[in-house]
């Protein structure tokens, strides 16, 4: 599979390691637990976004933009990544934050990404949940081309088929990466949302024929939908790279059985995933996606869903910016005692 003939940008820090979790696996007793560690893409702390932003930033230039709109919920990693980008490059960078939660907690609607997001430039303002976010940005660049700007709108997620080239290539790298360490991969596992990860994924293990199972892990949407979300996204980057028949619908398998009460909102699960890492792994999980990506990964070994002796790669998707939006969701007794004990 060749993709140099994509215009690209160079600024993620690649390829991303690929490390076995020995303390994780011998604690869940399982399958060999390895690490795809794209939550050191390198760019403003990293994450996923990073590898599509290459590709779509290049096509922004193309394009003669000077400015970009994008838009997420409010602890968007992609925004975080998009904003810290676009600035460099000299570009304005307006992010529209979907109020996907309605939490009120202070750290949630302030700090984590958000804080970032202005720190790094951006111009930001909320919607309300459930409001069509692409007919809001379609209106900021009608707005923005009256007053002579060059407006570049990079969809939620940064989730189509020039984004997802990010993780056509990730595969790729991904199994020549296994190969070189001789290590068969049989499940790669990943928190899947706007679907252009794993659509890429996909795309990029049939490619290189690998024989690995991939599983994405819902954090939003239902399983017929998010399976067909990513199905049809699939098929558009498989036409676009000109390869229109190699995914098939049954090479897209997603579990959305942790996505718990909605998008953004906590789960017993994600809290164990994320404290389980921090202390077997010393590696930081995010409370939206990898964090439940990973209890959905620990409730499916300890069911036996996987072979003892398999290898299962689950890829880091980054996000560990957002624990600073939740703090209050982890509860640390003993500590708030001493505090407030020295306090009186
Ligand atoms: C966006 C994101 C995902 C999901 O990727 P999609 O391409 O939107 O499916 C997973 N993990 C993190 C940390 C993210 O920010």
């Known amino acids: 599979m060749d993709l140099s003939r994509f215009p690209r940008l160079s600024f993620a820090h690649l390829p991303t390691p690929l490390e076995p979790m020995e303390n994780l696996t011998k604690k869940l007793g399982g399958p060999n637990l390895w690490i795809k560690r794209d939550d050191c893409t390198g760019l403003a702390s990293g994450g996923n ?3 599509k932003l290459e590709y779509l930033m290049a096509d922004a230039v193309d394009k003669g933009a000077d400015t970009i709109i994008t838009q997420g919920a409010t602890q968007s990693n992609h925004a975080r990544q998009t904003v810290a980008i676009a600035s460099r490059m000299g570009m304005e960078c307006h992010i529209l934050l979907e109020d996907r939660t309605g939490s009120k907690e202070k750290n949630y609607n ?3 990404n958000v804080f ?11 919607r309300p949940a459930g409001a069509d976010m692409d007919a809001e940005m379609a209106d900021l660049a009608e707005q923005l081309r009256r007053e002579g700007r060059t407006p570049y709108i990079i969809p939620g997620g940064g989730s189509n088929e020039i984004g997802a080239l ?15 360490m001789n290590l068969r991969m049989d499940h790669v596992v990943h928190a899947t949302g706007s679907t252009g990860t794993q659509a890429g994924l996909v795309t990029g293990l049939q490619g290189a024929g690998s024989a690995a199972h991939l599983l994405g892990i819902g954090v939003r949407a239902p399983r017929p939908k998010q399976e067909e979300n990513v199905f049809k996204l699939a ?8 390869q229109p028949d190699l995914v098939k619908r049954e090479h897209v398998v997603a579990n959305c059985d942790y996505v718990g009460d909605g998008y953004g909102l ?3 699960g994600m809290v164990e995933a994320v404290t389980m ?3 077997l792994e010393a590696i ?4 939206v996606y990898s964090g439940k990506g990973m209890a959905g990964l620990i409730d499916l070994i300890r069911k036996g869903q996987f072979e003892k002796g398999e290898n299962v790669v689950f890829i880091h998707t980054g996000g560990s910016v957002a624990l600073f939006g939740y703090p209050h969701v982890f509860s640390f007794p003993d500590y708030r005692a001493s505090v407030s004990q020295s306090a009186a």
């Open 116 to 126: 970032l997001d202005l720190l790094f430039g951006g111009k930001l303002s909320k």
């Open 277 to 279: 890492m921090a202390r």
């Open 235 to 242: 098929q558009k980057v498989c036409a676009h790279i000109g």
């Open 166 to 180: 990010g993780y056509v290539n990730a595969a790729l790298e991904l199994v020549e990466q296994a190969a070189a």
């Open 284 to 287: 930081l999980l995010d409370p």
């Open 110 to 112: 302030y700090n984590g």
């Open 49 to 51: 976004k990073t590898r």
């Open 266 to 268: 906590p789960t017993d």
